[in-house]
């Protein structure tokens, strides 16, 4: 199973943009469909981004959709947040998670995902 750990978050003020990063190990990497979620303090994980395994096709939440651009580099087993005109409402922790997600309509979900980092906090002052 692979494993993923997180870095780039940190404290920012509203408008800033932050690149997070989630670095995968294992051979299989470019054959899982990739995705961040985040979770706020006192409020249900939620889905923000997500890219298919051959990077072709990506989603995201309408919260941050225009903001935010997810990436993958499979040669380097990584996949990448990149968040601009950030919020203080984009305050969460986030995590970096992996599936191997056989339809684009289940990538919203998290119980598809299998692997999961250990988050990366992200604070977003006004």
């Known amino acids: 199973q692979v494993q993923l750990v997180e870095s780039g978050g940190g404290l920012v003020q509203a408008g800033d943009s932050l690149r997070l990063s989630c670095a995968a190990s294992?051979?299989?990497?470019?054959?899982?469909?990739m995705a961040w979620f985040r979770q706020a303090p006192g409020k249900e994980r939620e889905f923000v981004a997500a890219?298919?395994?051959?990077?072709?096709?990506?989603y995201y939440a309408d919260s941050v959709k225009g903001r935010f651009t997810i990436s993958r580099d499979n040669a380097k087993n990584t996949v990448y947040l990149q968040m601009n005109s950030l919020k203080p409402e984009d305050t969460a922790v986030y995590y970096c998670?992996?599936?191997?997600?056989?339809?684009?309509?289940?990538?919203?979900?998290?119980?598809?995902?299998?692997?999961w980092g250990q988050g990366t906090q992200v604070t977003v002052s006004s």
């Open positions: 890219i298919w395994w051959s990077g072709g096709s990506t």
């Open positions: 294992g051979r299989t990497f470019s054959s899982y469909t």
């Open positions: 998670a992996a599936g191997y997600i056989s339809t684009y309509r289940t990538v919203w979900y998290d119980r598809e995902y299998n692997a």
